[in-house]
Nanobody, 123 residues
Framework: QVQLVQSGGGLVQAGDSLRLSCAAS????????MGWFRQAPGKEREFVAA????????HYADSVKGRFTISRDNAKNTVRLQMNSLKPEDTAVYSC????????????????WGQGTQVTVSS
């Protein structure tokens, strides 16, 4: 069992940066691939970024590539999402997620979820 607690988020202006963090419980954090997903009002949840257990492999949605960076610190059981050059279309509730072993980019493949945090980007 893994529990995920998110922090960060808030209201920023277009072009600003934000960093989201997700802290995981448990002693085998490096066995879990981690992902970030987002859901805007009236839209389906969509993949944002994912990282393998060792951090050696990362994946990004085309819409955030070059602006967002996912990273992890296995010593601190933490995964982060650095979001730069934010756009109004990045406004959504962002959730971190964990799954054992291989990295995936589909929400249904993840077993554990954080509580979600609101990111609002004003124009």
């Amino acid at each position: 069992q893994v529990q995920l607690v998110q922090s960060g988020g808030g209201l920023v202006q277009a072009g600003d940066s934000l960093r989201l963090s997700c802290a995981a419980s448990g002693r085998t954090f490096n066995a879990y691939a981690m992902g970030w997903f987002r859901q805007a009002p009236g839209k389906e949840r969509e993949f944002v970024a994912a990282i393998s257990g060792t951090g050696s492999s990362t994946h990004y949605a085309d819409s955030v590539k070059g602006r967002f960076t996912i990273s992890r610190d296995n010593a601190k059981n933490t995964v982060r999402l650095q979001m730069n050059s934010l756009k109004p279309e990045d406004t959504a509730v962002y959730s971190c997620a964990a799954r054992m072993f291989g990295v995936r980019t589909v929400a249904r493949d993840f077993d554990y979820w954080g509580q979600g945090t609101q990111v609002t980007v004003s124009s």
